[in-house]
Each structure stands twice: as C-alpha cells, then as structure tokens.
C-alpha cells in the first residue's frame, strides 16, 4: 500500500489549494479515503472523508462549506479543495485509508496560511 499527498504550500487568507492524495497497492474502490491534519502542538483531527463509492462525505466543522472532497476513481486519486483559507488552517495534512484493519499514511505535506 501506498499513498502520496501531493506538494502543499504558503498562501495567503482567503486564497484557494488543492491537495491531491494518490493511493496505490489496494483496491482504491473499497475503501474510505480520508484528510487529517495536525497542527504544530495540537493533535491530528479528520477533516474530511469520502466514502468508498464517493456518494458520503464528511467534513469537520472548521472546514465545512470551505473544503470540498472528492475521488476521481479512473486514477486513484482523492482531492481535497481548500477554499478561503485561514491561518487557522496551517498544518501538515495527511492522507488516511485503513486497508485490512491497518492504517495506511502518506508523508504528509504542509500547508501554511499567512500573510
């Protein structure tokens, strides 16, 4: 199993990222992709989830009606559209699928909201 988030990045208040989880090594269909994210001294929390058909998702209650999830089944990929950013929102981001009762993470990148 792996899993790859792609490159992150410094944006201003209000702008606009997309971050893009690519999953390989398990059936990408039969599983719940999800975003965490955990900022510096704080715990990792969900952000987001989509289900394994894509027809759910969820969203933490900080991001909701700002990131959207999505799957884009024809090549493994699960995207996370951030909008209207927030320095609130700074952290390092992670894709998360639990594949046979374990969990499975990408590298992480890191997104910074500043000014």
């Not at 990131?67 to 090549?75: A, G, L, Q």
């Not at 699960?78 to 700074?90: A, C, I, R, T």
Request: charged share 20%.
């Amino acid at each position: 199993v792996r899993i790859v988030e792609s490159v992150g990045g410094l944006v201003q208040p209000g702008a606009s990222l997309r971050l893009s989880c690519a999953a390989s090594g398990f059936t990408f269909t039969s599983h719940h992709i999800k975003w965490y994210r955990q900022a510096v001294g704080k715990e990792r929390e969900l952000v987001a989830l989509i289900t394994k058909d894509g027809s759910n998702t969820t969203y933490a209650e900080s991001v909701k009606g700002r990131f959207t999830i999505s799957r884009e089944e024809s090549n493994d990929i699960v995207s996370l559209q951030m909008n209207d950013l927030k320095p609130e929102d700074s952290a390092v981001y992670y894709c998360n699928a639990n594949v046979g009762g374990i969990n499975y993470w990408g590298q992480g990148t890191q997104v910074t909201v500043a000014s």
